[in-house]
């Protein structure tokens, strides 16, 4: 069952298009620590924030050896626009079909203004070199979030 995803738990596989229609798949990235996050929409001032900050972040992120591939439903002209507009190093996975946002359970109704709808929880997986879940954030507050999973990095460190 989707939510009831743990740490410890073999990570959800997955094999989806980036921006430029190159396909990325988890077991390709076997050996490496994966932070895989989950964030609502291009270019809107939550997610361009988290962005930034992974983008501002990306030498420490680099040095543990990870790879941070953003993840939202948005097409592969959004996400080149996005990466454009902000200088992003690293890869945004189209999750056109929903599948991959389903599989992580971050696919969820949400409400604004009294209106509710279904759209993406904001949230990060970091994945371990052995396609292991290593940390979880759900619901995640923008401000300080790349600290936090610089910290989980860290401490799985060999």
């Known amino acids: 069952m989707a939510g009831a995803l743990k740490v410890g738990d073999k990570a959800p596989d997955f094999s989806l298009k980036n ?10 990235l076997r050996g490496k620590p994966v932070v895989l996050y989950f964030y609502p929409k291009d270019d809107t001032p939550g997610c361009t924030k988290e962005a930034c900050g992974f983008r501002d972040s990306m030498a420490a992120l ?12 948005d097409d592969e002209a959004a996400h080149r626009k996005f990466i454009a507009k902000y200088d992003l190093p690293f890869s945004l996975l189209v999750d056109e079909d929903i599948t991959l946002s389903k599989a ?8 604004m203004y009294g209106k509710k709808y279904w759209g993406i929880e904001r949230s990060t997986f970091v994945i371990d070199p052995e396609g ?14 790349v600290e936090e999973v610089l910290t989980v990095l860290k401490s799985s460190e060999v």
């Open 19 to 28: 921006e430029n229609g190159k396909t990325i798949a988890l077991k390709g």
């Open 62 to 73: 680099r040095k543990t050896g990870a790879v941070v591939l953003g993840v939202s439903l």
């Open 104 to 111: 992580y359970g971050v696919y969820v109704q949400k409400s």
């Open 132 to 145: 292991k879940l290593s940390a979880m954030f759900r619901k995640v507050k923008v401000d300080g979030h």
